[in-house]
């Protein structure tokens, strides 16, 4: 079982950045593969970064790629996801999410399908 708990939401500007933070306890943060998604009011939860658990692989989604920076501190059992040039339309509840490393299910990180642990999300709201 991995426990985790976001932190770092908040309400800020557009053009103004927000670094959030996921903290896992339980087993071997570093043989788990991370992703983050997002749900706005009324939509669905859509993929927004994944982090493999070996090499450091990052992926983004279109939307925020150039802008969001997925990363890992393994030594401190944490994900990180760096938020810049904000804007309203990235306004949602934003969650991380958890995997084995080793679960094929990883290949399709864009799906929300793919993991088996999430935290309780945390709020960021982009005021225009």
């Known amino acids: 079982q991995v426990h985790l708990e976001e932190s770092g939401g908040g309400l800020v500007q557009t053009g103004e950045s927000l670094r959030l933070s996921c903290a896992a306890s339980?087993?071997?943060?570093?043989?788990?593969?991370m992703g983050w998604f997002r749900q706005a009011p009324g939509g669905e939860r859509e993929f927004v970064a994944a982090i493999n658990w070996s090499e450091g692989d990052t992926y983004y989604a279109d939307s925020v790629k150039d802008r969001f920076t997925i990363s890992r501190d393994n030594a401190k059992d944490t994900s990180y996801v760096q938020m810049n040039a904000l804007k309203p339309e990235d306004t949602a509840v934003y969650y991380c999410?958890?995997?084995?490393?080793?679960?094929?299910?990883?290949?399709?990180?864009?799906?929300?399908?793919?993991?088996?642990?999430w935290g309780q999300g945390t709020q960021v709201t982009v005021s225009s």
């Open positions: 999410a958890a995997v084995s490393g080793a679960d094929v299910r990883f290949l399709n990180y864009r799906s929300y399908r793919a993991y088996d642990y």
């Open positions: 339980g087993r071997p943060f570093s043989l788990y593969a």
